[in-house]
T-cell receptor, first 113, second 114 residues
Framework: DAGITQSPRHKVTETGTPVTLRCHQTENHRYMYWYRQDPGHGLRLIHY???????DKGEVSDGYSVSRSKTEDFLLTLESATSSQTSVYFC????????????FGEGSRLTVL | GENVGLHLPTLSVQEGDNSIINCAYSNSASDYFIWYKQESGKGPQFIID?????DKRQGQRVTVLLNKTVKHLSLQIAATQPGDSAVYFCAEIKYTGANSKLTFGKGITLSVRP
């Protein structure tokens, strides 16, 4: 299994509070991604990173920000969580941007009350 | 578990039978098609891929078929085992350099009967 660790794995929070999810990889892959997974929508890309301090938006980036200060860490922040952000969040890594072979973490289940 | 299998189409097969999971893709210009498997409580896992200039590709116990005429992708699993029970996603990617985009389908649940 690819060395990808997500934390926390489960979190319950209240509307309006900030939340940060962490993704840590030991594979030294350049590209890292945050996806959310919801019933009826499948996996949707939130943000991705193509290097340290280099990030870009995905298709559902509103309400989320990311940071990558080290190759191995990619943080996803919800500045002010809303109930619509209740979801399962997956981090993924890849060795190239134009590849369909992503390695996923185990997921972080976030519930916003 | 950390997967979202609710409200997905379900394919039920007998253990030992062959399974065929189908997917209709949307972009006729996609360059590359991929199948992922997601077991309950885990993240998606890459199974096999196929380039758009191919019709068929075989892996270990799995075969992917691509029909570009009708924009149809299928995953065949030979001698289905209980460990094959999972949600299966097809995905497609169009190469556009820095803006290459990987798009996932909504998934199909495979249930293997003992």
């Amino acid at each position: 299994d690819a060395g990808i660790t997500q934390s926390p794995r489960h979190k319950v929070t209240e509307t309006g509070t900030p939340v940060t999810l962490r993704c840590h990889q030991t594979e030294n892959h350049r590209y890292m991604y945050w996806y959310r997974q919801d019933p009826g929508h499948g996996l949707r890309l939130i943000h991705y990173s193509y290097g340290v301090k280099d990030t870009d938006k995905g298709e559902v980036s509103d309400g989320y920000s990311v940071s990558r200060s080290k190759t191995e860490d990619f943080l996803l922040t919800l500045e002010s969580a809303t109930s619509s952000q209740t979801s399962v969040y997956f981090c993924a890594i890849s060795y190239a941007l134009d590849t369909g072979e992503l390695f996923f973490g185990e997921g972080s289940r976030l519930t916003v009350l | 578990g950390e997967n979202v299998g609710l409200h997905l189409p379900t394919l039920s097969v007998q253990e030992g039978d062959n399974s065929i999971i189908n997917c209709a893709y949307s972009n006729s210009a996609s360059d590359y098609f991929i199948w992922y498997k997601q077991e309950s409580g885990k993240g998606p896992q890459f199974i096999i891929d196929i380039r758009s200039n191919m019709d068929k590709r075989q892996g270990q116990r799995v075969t992917v078929l691509l029909n570009k005429t009708v924009k149809h992708l299928s995953l065949q699993i030979a001698a289905t085992q209980p460990g094959d029970s999972a949600v299966y996603f097809c995905a497609e990617i169009k190469y556009t350099g820095a803006n290459s985009k990987l798009t996932f389908g909504k998934g199909i649940t495979l249930s293997v009967r003992p």
